[in-house]
């Protein structure tokens, strides 16, 4: 007779096979694979737990079957849970929240499976337990189970019978509750008018804010008094003090909601994807686009904003915010939605053709919000379209580009200096001083600066700055600007002489030729003189030095003059870099002693 410890190890023997999938020979089943993997956690088996996890994950599991299985046994499904929040084995946590992902999805699965959801209209019209479990089941489904709903009413209407279950249906459309809103708000732009008499019922009697738009714009707009009415009274149900504010101003507000993320404007929880909905007239059913939660609110925010703009065309405030919308939605780098279409033009595109005014709202939007892509948007549009006047826009008690100038974002901040530059101001304005600051300042970023910088600041974009910005100020030195003084950029041009990078070299010097300054004139010579320099550079350094002396004179000390005077004089030299050195040399208008020296040395006995 066997002992207990021999008992034992048997046991445990036994469970290691099982564990590993030995037994007969025979492949685990789902089930039978979630049920060992939860019996091995409960237990504390953690490697063998693992095995199961594993081997299910590798199996390319049913979303919807998982989820069956984990519905059947709660305390296991709860026991999951626990183990994926939990730090003790950090391998297993991992696997766990792998296979909870997997019954999530077949939540979702199961929940909008549109063959289930009309079983369960169906079933409305049963018994009282069945009616009670068709409600919970389309609750659950949320916005999905919306258009079938709507298709089996308006089906009932148009046949009815004693058995059709329409007033079931209506009944049950408010307790979808929030979720059901936004289908139902576009789908009251149906013809249908005792269906949409429900939808417009059931909205007041869900009484929340965000259908007070949609209803206010029917209450407006539709042709039906009975309707209006209705619409009128679901209003004042919702909120009475809505009754008197326009549909578009209540449809701005609701955008501004979405543009701000409005915890109650979410997507539907538990689904993978948000659905922004649309009415389609010729088939007369809602549709739905699936969209990615990254710009949902977004999106959203735009549909409003177009809403508004339908209500009432001259509501220029949601022009501004679309903008910055728009913006926001291409900054999440996610592909624009499919329903945009092929031909829809980017932020850009609107932007530059909205005009200033329009741009300046989502500026000020983006700075009051700190949201630098907007920001970078807005201005960047701005520095296109933009003149003096409109670009120094005031709103409200600021300008915003000149708030812009003081951003926390670098190339909101450059980009805002350089589009005030190249609009060439006249009158004079306090933060003139800072545009000067913010061109030098990305005339000086380097390539190793942007390398270390965190976030999307890299090599590539600190060039293309320190470019524009250089082309800026030199449009700045040769309109003799009285407004902006590019002198106060000395320091970081004479160091841009020695730059890396040979445009911004080359158009350091011709900048440093307008100043009237012995410190420029000289930092081009050293640049026009240093063999180490390109060719080409030395060259356009001589050409603007010849044109620093043609405007300010000879500032030159004697030593540099006679390493001019030493190249011209050199037979060494290159014809096209003697050439230049002639010219710069002539422009310096120096004494006659000098010229003829060079003559002389020339002339032939």
């Known amino acids: ?23 007969q020979g025979q492949s685990p089943t789902l089930e039978g694979s979630w049920n060992d993997f939860l019996h091995f956690t409960k237990i504390g088996r953690f490697d063998l737990a693992k095995g199961h996890a594993n081997a299910i994950l590798q199996s390319n599991p049913d979303p919807a079957a998982l989820f069956e299985y984990s519905r059947q046994n709660q305390p296991g499904y709860e026991l999951a849970l626990r ?18 992902e997997i019954i999530e999805q077949g939540r979702f699965q199961r929940r909008t499976d549109p063959q289930l959801i009309v079983q369960e209209i169906r ?19 949320g916005e999905f189970a919306i258009p079938y709903l709507l298709d089996a009413m308006g089906e009932a209407m148009r046949n009815p019978s004693a058995e059709s279950g329409l ?3 209506i009944e049950v459309l408010p307790k979808i509750s929030r979720p059901a809103i936004r289908p139902l708000g576009t789908a ?5 008018e005792a269906l949409k008499a429900e939808i417009i019922r059931a909205m007041g009697q869900i009484g929340y804010p965000q259908s007070l738009p949609y209803l206010k714009y029917v209450a407006e707009n539709d042709s039906s008094q009975e309707l209006r009415s209705l619409a009128a009274q679901s209003i004042r149900q919702i909120d009475p003090r809505s009754v008197n504010i326009p549909a578009a101003a209540l449809f701005f507000q609701l955008a501004e909601k979405y543009y701000f993320h409005d915890e109650s404007l979410a997507p539907q929880e538990g689904a993978p994807l948000a659905n922004i909905w649309f009415w389609d007239g010729q088939a007369r059913r809602l549709t739905r686009e699936e969209v990615a939660p990254a710009y949902f609110h977004e999106l959203m925010s735009m549909r409003c904003c177009e809403w508004s703009l339908q209500s009432e065309e001259q509501f220029g405030l949601a022009i501004g915010l679309w903008l910055a919308a728009f913006f926001k939605a291409e900054a999440t780098g996610e592909a624009m939605p499919q329903y945009f279409g092929q031909t829809h033009a980017s932020a850009e595109v609107y932007a530059t053709t909205a005009g200033p005014e329009y741009l300046h709202q989502a500026l000020a939007r983006a700075l009051s919000a700190k949201e630098a892509a907007v920001a970078l948007g807005a201005v960047e549009a701005l520095a296109t379209t933009a003149g003096e006047t409109s670009l120094m826009y005031t709103l409200g008690p600021a300008q915003p580009v000149l708030a812009a100038l003081s951003f926390d974002d670098r190339a909101v901040r450059y980009s805002a200096a350089i589009a005030i530059a190249n609009a060439g101001p006249r009158e004079g304005f306090n933060e003139s001083g800072l545009v000067v600051k913010n061109l030098a300042e990305a005339l000086g970023q380097s390539n190793q600066q ?8 890299g090599p590539e974009l600190a060039d293309e700055y320190a470019l524009r910005a250089a082309q800026a100020m030199l449009k700045l030195a040769v309109s003799r600007n009285p407004v902006i003084d590019v002198s106060l950029a000395q320091t970081a041009l004479v160091a841009a002489t020695a730059d890396s990078r040979q445009p911004i070299q080359v158009l350091a010097g011709q900048i440093l030729a307008y100043l009237k300054s012995p410190n420029a004139q000289r ?15 030395r060259i356009e350094a001589f050409a603007s030095l010849a044109t620093s002396a043609k405007l300010n004179g000879n500032m030159l000390p004697d030593n540099m003059v006679d390493d001019i005077y030493a190249l011209t004089s050199s037979g060494q030299t290159s014809p096209d870099l003697r050439a230049a050195a002639a010219a710069a040399y002539g422009a310096l208008n120096l004494p006659s002693q000098k010229v003829k020296d060079l003559i002389l040395d020339q002339a032939k006995s």
């Open 83 to 100: 183990v994926a929040e939990s730090a003790h084995d950090e391998e297993l946590a991992g696997l766990t929240d792998q296979l909870l």
């Open 523 to 537: 930092a081009i010579a050293a640049m026009a003189l240093n063999a180490s320099n390109d060719m080409n550079v």
């Open 450 to 457: 942007a390398a270390a910088a965190a976030g999307q600041w």
């Open 188 to 192: 009251l732009q149906m013809n249908n």
């Open 167 to 169: 007033s079931e249906m």
């Open 1 to 23: 007779m066997l002992n207990a410890r021999v008992v034992a190890v048997m046991l445990f023997i036994g469970c290691m096979l099982a564990g590993a999938g030995w037994a």
């Open 123 to 141: 079933r409305l019209n049963t018994t009282p337990r069945g009616k009670l479990m068709a409600t919970r089941r389309l609750q659950d489904a």
